[in-house]
């Protein structure tokens, strides 16, 4: 059974460009969390998605950023001219169900701005 | 702004020796999970506890979760070198949604051979 699985694992973006960052849940999972994960500080939640809807996007920056979890098709976290200050490891989580189910993580995607 | 604070920040222990690692915070949380983070990779869920006062044992690992449902511990006996990683509580229900979690910045800890 493969878990959660998160590409590139790295990658790196000059200021201005987009960053495109997917996540694919374990397999029958339809509830995905993104987290993310600067240096110094914890997991910050961000965004929590079920199959075409966005549930809870109040840790997601109002500018620049936005995700979708498709019909078909993985989660992406869009993060649109991307500045210094988004360089962090960005966690994608999923679970069968929502509220107090245990999540299974991914590996991160981690984004060096230049 | 809810807040769990996991201390020691960093330790650094013999092989065989017992530790404890704390996680505290001021708020009340319906559940708290114990997670282990390894360099490069995401963390792996060791353990929930959901019931005040609850203790919880995984081999070496044993939890508690504090009676008022505010702050946890982690309880290694026995310390080997591959319990070395970075452990990370997260307390759910907060703001009232199970859901969201919020994470400590970690304890990482080393177990020397």
């Known amino acids: 059974n493969a878990g959660v699985m998160q590409n590139p694992r790295h990658l790196v973006r000059r200021r201005g460009q987009e960053a495109r960052l997917r996540c694919s849940p374990v397999?029958?999972?339809?509830?995905v969390y993104w987290y993310r994960q600067l240096p110094e500080e914890g997991l910050k939640f961000m965004v929590y998605?079920?199959?075409?809807?966005?549930?809870?996007e109040s840790g997601m920056p109002k500018e620049r950023f936005s995700a979708e979890f498709p019909k078909e098709g993985p989660s992406i976290l869009r993060i649109q001219q991307v500045v210094r200050g988004d360089s962090a490891a960005y966690f994608c989580?999923?679970?069968?169900?929502?509220?107090?189910?245990?999540?299974?993580f991914g590996n991160g995607t981690r984004l060096t701005v230049t | 702004t809810q807040l769990l604070e996991q201390s020691p920040q960093f330790l650094s222990i013999q092989e065989g020796e017992n530790l404890t690692v704390y996680c505290n915070s001021s708020s009340v949380f319906s559940s708290l999970q114990w997670y282990r983070q390894e360099p490069g990779e995401g963390p792996v869920l060791l353990v929930t506890?959901?019931?005040?006062?609850e203790v919880k044992k995984l081999k070496r690992l044993t939890f508690q979760f504090g009676d008022a449902r505010k702050d946890s511990s982690l309880h290694i006996t026995a310390a080997q070198p591959g319990d070395t990683g970075l452990y990370l509580c997260?307390?759910?229900?907060?703001?009232?949604?199970?859901?969201?979690?919020?994470f400590g910045k970690g304890t990482l800890l080393t177990v020397n051979p």
């Open positions: 998605l079920q199959k075409e809807n966005i549930i809870d």
């Open positions: 397999k029958g999972h339809s509830h």
């Open positions: 989580a999923s679970s069968p169900q929502g509220d107090n189910s245990p999540l299974h």
């Open positions: 997260a307390g759910a229900g907060g703001g009232g949604s199970n859901y969201k979690l919020t």
């Open positions: 506890v959901v019931t005040g006062g």
